[in-house]
Structure formats: structure tokens, C-alpha cells
């Protein structure tokens, strides 16, 4: 997957642009908001580089590059929620940027193009999770269309001391709806304990945020 926006270029991270993902992942800033909040080392990035160079099938993450300098100032991705009750999990998009790249609209002129192509592939709902109280990952899904479903229970990355999350969908008409997927899912989910409290927004907001 190669796009191309008003500004950017969506393609894959190159080994010569290691230095600086490293920039962005090299963060707790940054990683804080994803599964996993541990920094990466070098060795994580040319992994990660490595693993999604050619890749076709999802997960897919891509550079996202402003046409203007073609200095990459974060990751678009399209993955997968870990498969529950004997099914494959949704499609859902995601993405991160270098701290001094927000602001500028790129993750939401990425994540726009993205979710289009996660939505042609047919998948019956297209999701988008967060920290319930990760403001400007929700201004960004509401800028591109999706439903906001407000603050539910994950039955995928919730635990037990913090089972809330931001959850945004787009579904086909025919599809299950994203509310009885929820209700379905954390009626029969076990959770885990947390193992890290929530990150603070650089705002100062604190889970779990606004209703």
C-alpha cells in the first residue's frame, strides 16, 4: 500500500530513516499512548522496518511524508484487534507522530486516506480505539467520519482497573452493529490486571477523560 495525498506520501519506512523513528518511538511521550508503553531501542525499528517493508496483508503501517521536505513525521497504520471467541478480530487504524508534528493535520490527511482503503476491502466494521481521554486522537476520527460510540468497555485492551477506552467504527449496513459487537464480546472476556497506569496527556488530562 503507496498513497498519495494533498501533502503526503503514505509508503513504507525506509533503512535509511531508522535514525529517525527512532526519533519518534525512542519516546515514552510517545509509545506511552500504544499497547506498549516501553520506549523502542534500534533494535525495534529495524525490525519493524524490516517486517512492513513489502507487506500487503494486514497489519500494514506506513511512513507518513510530507511532500514538502520528505522527512517521514510518523507511522498510518491498518491492524487488527486479537481475535475473541473463536473469530478473527475487525480491522481497525491507528497512528503516531513525532511530537513536533502535531497539529499540522497530517495524522488526520493520513488517517482519511487509510481508512478508505480499510474500508474497500469489505471488512464488515472498520474500528479506532484509544485511551478515553486521548482528545486529539478523537478530534481525528471525528474530522474523518467515523462514529463516535463514546467511552466503552474494550473487550481487547481493557483490564480490570481500566477497562474504558474511546472507541470510534464505520460499519457496512448489513454488518453486526458495534455496540452488540461490544456487548457480546465483554459479556465472555477474562481481563488482565494492568501492569502500567494510564499515560497523562500533555494537557494534564488523567483517565479516564471526558464522557
Not at 503526503?8 to 526519533?23: F, K, N
Not at 497512528?95 to 488517517?111: I, K, M, Q, V
Request: with cysteine; proline share 10%.
Amino acid at each position: 500500500m503507496e498513497l498519495s495525498t494533498d501533502r503526503t506520501q503514505i509508503r513504507p519506512w525506509r533503512p535509511d530513516e531508522a535514525d529517525r523513528l527512532l526519533d519518534i518511538v525512542g519516546r515514552r511521550e510517545v509509545t506511552a499512548w500504544l499497547g506498549n508503553p516501553d520506549p523502542w531501542t534500534a533494535d525495534d525499528v529495524a525490525d519493524f522496518i524490516a517486517g512492513n517493508a513489502a507487506t500487503t496483508d494486514i497489519p500494514i503501517r506506513r511512513a507518513v511524508v510530507p511532500l514538502a521536505t520528505g522527512v517521514p513525521v510518523g507511522t498510518i497504520m491498518i491492524e487488527r484487534f486479537k481475535p475473541l471467541l473463536g473469530q478473527p478480530g475487525d480491522p481497525h487504524v491507528g497512528w503516531f507522530l513525532h511530537p513536533d508534528a502535531r497539529g499540522h493535520g497530517w495524522a488526520t490527511e493520513a488517517a482519511a486516506a487509510v481508512l478508505g482503503v480499510a474500508v474497500d476491502g469489505a471488512a464488515p466494521r472498520v474500528w479506532a480505539g484509544m485511551w478515553p481521554h486521548n482528545t486529539s486522537s478523537a478530534n481525528v476520527c471525528r474530522r474523518i467520519g467515523m462514529v463516535d460510540l463514546g467511552r466503552q468497555d474494550d473487550p481487547w485492551y481493557g483490564t480490570v482497573e481500566y477497562p474504558l477506552a474511546r472507541l470510534f467504527c464505520v460499519w457496512r449496513p448489513d454488518a453486526e452493529h458495534p455496540l452488540d459487537v461490544l456487548a457480546r464480546l465483554n459479556a465472555a472476556v477474562v481481563r488482565d490486571h494492568a501492569t502500567e497506569e494510564p499515560p497523562v496527556g500533555p494537557d494534564g488530562a488523567r483517565y479516564p477523560g471526558p464522557a
